[in-house]
């Protein structure tokens, strides 16, 4: 997407980073005759130099091949290429590293350095954010109907500039790069998941590649980022594009997932499941209005699929949901609600053709993108389908790759490859790896948000449930407990960190601090699980000695009650015990 446009602009594709006592300085080393960077360690100052400063015994830099700067994380010698876009390498990142500019801090208050220490142990969880994708030549945040839109004049800009701020990972940390006019070392990043693969169908070879994009505006983990914000952006947003290209054709097809359009939340309290709570139940019409207006303007017709349970808990939801809808469904705009459990049970996931038939009519209407041999438009994707059940996950991956599949024979027979009763099934090779192709597409957006891989991916990846997914999921289902109640509040403080959602402010970090009173300053659930066990293992060694001494009875009866006591009270108080964000900002 590049190659119109002024050399000077191009991205650098490798560079060299010297690590100086007091600064850092990466420097291009494929061949462009641009200048270096230099970033202080100060106060982590940058300018352009025309050449690496001068090395000496007392200033012996460290040297390492670096691929990108993505703002104030650095790229190592870290990437894998995993395919191609368009015709244009793709590379996933395999490592990132956080260096450090805070020299400056060697004279600051001890609570500063403190503070500034529990944001580096942040930025640390940041580093190992999985599912990282670039490329150097094209722009992977636009689908390829809105790639081929691109005007003339766009396609000169730098990929930065091109990207769909959405779908930008590192969007917040170029903030300052872009404010220094550094467009060669701006490499947009974009978290979601690449996978395809190529099969045979008779003489003919057809490249399927399917595409996951991330959207940042309410990114975060399982709990701890539900349903909307007031501007309408919800969690788990991901939009799915599955290409494929054959005999010099390629078409797209597009899909979108996302967490139901209301403000609701799930706060994690050490229960299996907790219960949801809807806020400001008065807002929901408007906040579902802004959601779907927004994906109107950018995706055209929307056809938006329920799949949540009609009662119990996600049966409240799915009503609000629905009422929700009466105010924003029109002719562009169409509600569906769908009870996969209850029609589909755990293991007749065949039964979603039962779905399918009540959306055939949008599915065929609304098309998908096609170029020609030449190049040239034949078709255009009019419309989407937003799929949703509670984390749009498990199920939601379910029905999306039998859309995908429906929408993949559809092309293949409007490419003359299959005729009208053909089916990827009846093709061994092609239905193995269409199946394995979203199995891994689900697990990808599965752990980036909850951090296991997805429920009942045997089905997507076999075509049918089987014993060894039964128990994998139940696996998956106590990792995700584990997770959701010990682990994701920090690491959503990472990610709302990275993400800009949290700016730093040392007055304000350092009395939030020191707010903590009560219980909340005590609380260990760790501690309180240790002298629990304690209690019952005294209780239990008092009984054993009763027949010896009758006070041992006595004895028995008081570690028994400390130790309910102890739970009780963690019972009572659970989400105090739970991990949660320091930095969690309430709904705006």
């Known amino acids: 997407m590049m190659e119109k446009g002024d050399s000077s602009q191009k991205l650098y594709k490798r560079m060299r980073l010297w690590e100086f006592p007091d600064q850092y300085v990466v420097e291009p080393t494929d061949g462009s005759s641009g200048s270096c960077l230099e970033i202080s360690r100060v106060d982590g100052s940058m300018k352009l130099i025309d050449e690496i400063p001068h090395c000496s015994s007392l200033r012996v830099p460290k040297i390492r091949a670096i691929f990108g700067v993505i703002g104030i994380l650095k790229l190592l010698a870290g990437k894998e290429s995993v395919g191609s876009y368009m015709g244009h390498p793709i590379f996933k990142v395999s490592s990132m590293k956080v260096f450090p500019c ?6 600051t208050p001890v609570e500063q350095k403190k503070m500034e220490a529990e944001f580096s142990a942040l930025l640390n969880v940041a580093e190992k954010t999985p599912g990282l994708y670039f490329s150097y030549d094209v722009n992977i945040t636009l689908s390829a109907q809105r790639l081929h839109d691109l005007g003339d004049e766009s396609k000169l800009l730098p990929l930065w500039r091109q990207a769909d701020p959405r779908f930008l990972w590192n969007n917040y940390m170029m903030e300052l790069l872009i404010d220094h006019k550094l467009d060669p070392f701006l490499l947009p990043v974009v978290q979601g998941s690449f996978h395809n693969f190529q099969a045979a169908i008779g003489k003919d070879i057809v490249d399927v590649t399917l595409i996951a994009r991330r959207c940042n505006r309410r990114t975060g983990t ?10 309408g952006f919800v969690a788990n947003f991901v939009e799915s594009e599955q290409i494929i290209q054959l005999n010099g054709f390629t078409a797209s097809f597009v899909q979108v997932r996302g967490s139901i359009p209301l403000l609701w939340d799930q706060i994690v309290d050490l229960t299996y499941k907790p219960k949801f709570e809807i806020v400001r139940l008065e807002e929901a019409p408007r906040v579902a209005e802004r959601h779907f207006l927004d994906l109107r303007k950018k995706y055209g017709n929307v056809l938006s699929v329920d799949l949540v349970n009609k009662h119990g808990g996600e049966g409240r939801l799915n009503e609000k949901f629905a009422n929700a809808m009466q105010h924003v469904a029109g002719d562009d705009v169409r509600y569906l609600h769908f009870d996969f459990h209850h029609i589909c049970g755990h293991v007749h996931f065949e039964r979603l053709s039962i779905l399918y038939d009540q959306i055939e009519d949008f599915f065929i209407k609304n098309r998908y993108f096609l170029l020609n041999e030449k190049g040239e438009k034949v078709e255009v994707q009019l419309g989407v389908v937003r799929t949703n059940c509670i984390d749009c996950l498990d199920r939601t991956n379910v029905t999306q790759s039998m859309l995908g599949r429906r929408m993949l024979e559809f092309q293949l027979r409007r490419l003359g490859i299959f005729d009208a009763e053909e089916t990827i099934s009846t093709h061994p090779n092609l239905d193995e790896s269409f199946k394995i192709l979203w199995a891994n597409h689900g697990d990808d957006i599965s752990i980036q948000y909850s951090g296991t891989p997805a429920l009942k991916g045997d089905f997507v990846r076999y075509g049918k449930r089987t014993v060894q997914g039964i128990v994998n999921d139940g696996c998956n289902a106590l990792m995700r407990y584990y997770l959701n ?9 990472a990610i709302d960190l990275m993400q800009g959602h949290y700016i730093m402010s040392v007055s304000r970090d350092m009395t939030a601090s020191s707010q903590k009173g009560g219980i909340e300053a005590i609380a260990s659930f760790p501690l309180a699980l240790g002298l629990i066990l304690t209690g019952l293992f005294f ?9 010896n001494d009758v006070w041992n009875l006595l004895f028995s009866l008081v570690w028994a009650s400390i130790s309910l006591a102890i739970a009780a009270l963690v019972k009572a108080n659970g989400r105090v015990f739970c991990n949660r964000p320091r930095l969690h900002q309430s709904r705006r």
């Open 222 to 231: 399982r709990m701890w980022r539900r349903g909307a914000d007031t501007d």
């Open 102 to 107: 805070d020299h400056s801090l060697k004279n």
């Open 485 to 493: 109640n010990f682990v994701d509040g920090t690491k959503q403080d």
């Open 539 to 547: 209780t239990t060694l008092s009984l054993g000695r009763v027949r």
